[in-house]
């Protein structure tokens, strides 16, 4: 009876999650597989990534490469487009914490892993330098200004194709990291639970935040039986309960930061581990030593017993590898402790996107709905089929969407009033072509070639001068042919349907063909009936076989007949003697022939 009950914890997962996120987001993406898949150390669910993304192939890392996580033993691999991006609906203002990890595993057997950028929102996150054997992982947290989060990878390197094995996108609540301009994000450096011997992530972090053990001194375990995590940024309370120990003489250096130009912020979590009641004191500072400065750089601390003194560092810039200590006060009779710490490089401010109107086009077409992320940012990374202004927050000024595959009718983007060039030739759009393109007051050419709109053209489109219009071939009705009509400025599409009048010339060629040559054996069999008839051949009479004078013309008549009904078969439904053997004569399926 016990195996079917190994099966709670998976079945009970959703309701679990429900209850402890609400209408949180607590998403991860297992990229380049099919299945799904429940860690069985904290029953996380991970979904598949093959019906949330249509570009790029599935790959697995080599066997010798195999990662004790499943998750990373897959990834997918984009070979084309300038950006591929994965998207997750947010709520906006609301702040998230990403996390994205690459495990190139050798999967190409060319032991060459790559280094390509990673993207979200629109902004630069980082430049991702894979390894042959590792997982690298990078995070950030910030506030969505969309109701979006997107996630994406950019080629920037000839035959480095970027890939991406695991996205985890999570809720973090307001108050975490709240000291920081919310304007801007916070990308990781380091994430420290020191003393530890084991990570701590989700379900111990409700943010599902990963605390890499770090053991950098002696480590110490705590005597508390319960310790009150409450406080700044809400850290789990398994964090406090190992820290690491210095010297009432040395200091204790816990952390570097790099030089990078940008700002850091620093936070540290300090928890007593035993009672020092009134016979010891335990105090010390803050200190940071480089090359053009030193010092300390807060007030002493104190570490409560069973509860925790978080302590932070706020917009700390560096101009050369600074370390960061604790030094013991003069009075102290204990040396410093430390339990956790993180550090953080702040970005610049985060864009606000592309203008909103503008970022709602992939939803006009459904084809279009394969495209995600930001349509113009990063400004070199723009979607492959628009270009964008400069703006702060850009505006999408032209569409070239020519022989997109593109139905239906003409969607309302009117709101895309930035608009200069909207080019949507050789699709197959119908309905009336929407009287609000003339009145778009950027648009200069509008191409709407080759498609099957009905009606007529708007007065405000062939009456605008300034307006470089080119309808030719768009409008079909039942039973007729597509008219062609262009303004009196308009030039030649620039890249038109194939010609579909292939099955239109055999069809008048192949029987005229016949007809002559039926017409010409009529002729030769006439003259011979008035000579005189050979010696070695019956002699016909009367032109018929009963002595019908018109027998011969009925003959001949038959055969037209017969050879119209095999001709009109031949090209109409099977092979036709004038193509290849691999070519066939269906009127829309022939080589070369466009179905229009």
């Known amino acids: ?60 890392v080599q066997s010798s490469n195999k990662n004790s996580d499943p998750v990373m033993d ?53 430049t991702v330098e894979t390894s042959l054997t590792e997982v690298i992982m990078h995070e950030v947290t910030y506030v969505a200004k969309g109701d979006e989060v997107s996630v994406c990878v950019a080629q920037t390197k000839p035959n480095q194709f970027p890939f991406m094995s695991a996205l985890e996108i999570r809720s973090v609540h307001s108050d975490v990291y709240s000291d920081v301009d919310e304007s801007r994000a916070l990308i990781l450096n380091f994430r420290s639970s020191f003393g530890a011997s084991e990570l701590v992530r989700f379900p111990k ?130 040396p410093p402790i430390i339990n956790a710490a993180e550090a953080f490089r702040i970005s610049g401010v985060l864009t606000d996107g592309t203008d909103f109107n503008d970022a709602l ?5 459904d084809v279009l709905g394969e495209w995600s992320g930001d349509p113009c940012l990063p400004a070199s990374y723009s979607w492959d089929w628009l270009n964008c202004s400069d703006d702060a927050t850009p505006r999408v000024t032209s569409l070239y969407l020519d022989s997109f595959e593109l139905s239906g009718s003409f969607p309302d983007i009117s709101s895309m009033d930035a608009l200069e060039i909207i080019d949507l030739h050789n699709n197959t759009l119908t309905g009336t072509i929407p009287d609000f393109l003339g009145s778009m007051p950027n648009l200069q050419e509008l191409n709407l070639a080759d498609n099957e709109f009905s009606g007529s053209i708007p007065a405000t489109l062939s009456k605008n001068k300034k307006l470089k219009l080119n309808v030719t071939g768009s409008f079909c009705t039942p039973g007729k042919s597509c008219a062609s009509s262009s303004s009196p400025g308009s030039t030649g599409v620039t890249k038109s349907k194939k010609s579909s009048s292939l099955p239109l010339v055999l069809g008048i060629t192949i029987p005229t063909f016949f007809l002559v040559w039926v017409a010409v054996g009529i002729f030769i069999v006439l003259r011979k009936k008035r000579k005189p008839a050979n010696i070695n051949m019956p002699v016909v009479t009367g032109g018929g076989a009963n002595g019908d004078a018109n027998g011969l013309h009925k003959i001949g008549e038959g055969m037209v007949h017969e050879m119209m009904e095999n001709v009109g078969q031949q090209t109409f439904g099977s092979p036709s003697p004038l193509l290849d053997n691999d070519q066939t004569s269906d009127l829309y399926g022939q080589k070369g022939v466009q179905n229009p």
């Open 74 to 126: 897959t990834l997918r691999v984009f070979t084309t487009r300038k950006k591929n991006c994965y998207s997750a609906e947010v709520t906006r203002g609301q702040k998230v914490l990403v996390r994205a990890s690459f495990n190139y595993g050798n999967y190409d057997k060319l032991s060459s892993p790559p280094t390509f950028d990673l993207h979200f929102d629109g902004n630069f996150w980082t």
């Open 1 to 60: 009876m016990a195996g079917p009950f190994k099966f709670l914890p998976i079945l009970l997962l959703p309701l679990f999650t429900f209850s402890v996120f609400g209408e949180d987001v607590f998403v991860s993406i297992n990229c380049g597989e099919s299945e799904s898949y429940v860690n069985p150390d904290n029953f996380m669910p991970w979904t598949p990534d093959d019906t949330l993304i249509s570009n790029g192939v599935a790959r697995v």
């Open 361 to 365: 086009l992939k939803d006009t077409f």
């Open 205 to 334: 972090d409700r943010y599902d935040r990963i605390w890499t053990p770090s053991a950098t001194a002696a480590g110490v375990q705590t005597e508390a039986f319960f310790i009150n995590s409450t406080g700044p940024n809400n850290p789990p309370s398994d964090i406090l309960q190992t820290a690491i120990v210095g010297s009432t003489s040395n200091p204790l250096t816990f952390a570097q930061v790099p030089p990078s130009g940008a700002s850091f912020y620093l936070t540290m979590y300090f928890s007593e581990v035993s009672d020092l009641g009134s016979t010891q004191t335990r105090s010390f500072r803050i200190y940071e030593t480089s090359t053009t400065r030193s010092g300390p750089l807060q007030l002493p601390i104190s570490p409560p017993y069973e509860a925790v003194d978080v302590r932070s560092l706020t917009n700390y810039t560096v101009d050369s590898l600074t370390n960061i200590s604790l030094v013991a006060t003069t009075d102290s009779d204990l």
